[in-house]
């Protein structure tokens, strides 16, 4: 995993921003809303790429569109000595967990699942369950999503 990124400037912040809007913008029009060249920008988008400050590009699909509609977040209680790498390396095979990360607090990791219904998702606990580093599980289904970003955009001065 690289090391973090440096920080960016305005004008690197500003670029980021319109792809973020659209990532599928040229070079031309993202030089025109922040006032450089579109070599000037592509220049600034490879050197952000190379810091890792861009990790990729992607595009974003409705769940609902892939007819998994049920959402879940699941607390993972694993046994004493479990690292984060092998939980991670056990829970790539199920492309229903959607995230993972570690968590402080009483769990070892926290899964967002994604799955068609009440059914498959209780399959695919199963599964994770049967692992066999995993102790426990604790369940939260969602019932609606009040706020939902995938618009992640700097914000000046937030956060410094």
């Keep these: 995993m690289p090391g973090r990124a440096a920080a960016l400037d305005e004008l690197d912040e500003r670029i980021v921003a319109a792809l973020v809007a659209d990532a599928r913008a040229s070079y031309a029009d993202i030089g025109t809303q922040?006032?450089?060249?579109?070599?000037?920008?592509?220049?600034?988008?490879?050197?952000l790429r190379a810091s890792g400050a861009i990790t990729g590009f992607t595009v974003t699909v409705d769940p609902a569109a892939l007819g998994?509609?049920?959402?879940?977040?699941?607390?993972?209680?694993?046994?004493?000595?479990?690292?984060?790498?092998?939980?991670?390396?056990?829970?790539?095979?199920?492309?229903?967990?959607t995230g993972a990360c570690t968590i402080t607090g009483e769990a070892?990791?926290?899964?967002?699942?994604?799955?068609?219904?009440?059914?498959?998702?209780?399959?695919?606990?199963?599964?994770?369950?049967a692992e066999p580093f995993v102790v426990r599980t604790r369940s939260v289904i969602v019932l609606s999503r009040l706020v939902s970003?995938?618009?992640?955009?700097?914000?000046g001065d937030a956060g410094r």
Excluded at 108 to 129: M, P, S, Y
Excluded at 149 to 155: A, E, G, N, Y
């Design 34 to 47: 922040v006032g450089l060249s579109a070599s000037a920008v592509k220049r600034r988008v490879d050197r």
């Design 68 to 97: 998994w509609t049920t959402e879940a977040y699941v607390e993972l209680f694993c046994l004493g000595r479990t690292s984060p790498s092998s939980i991670g390396a056990a829970l790539s095979k199920y492309p229903e967990v």
């Design 108 to 129: 070892d990791a926290l899964l967002h699942i994604r799955a068609a219904d009440v059914q498959h998702f209780e399959r695919v606990v199963e599964q994770i369950v």
């Design 149 to 155: 970003r995938t618009d992640i955009q700097p914000r």
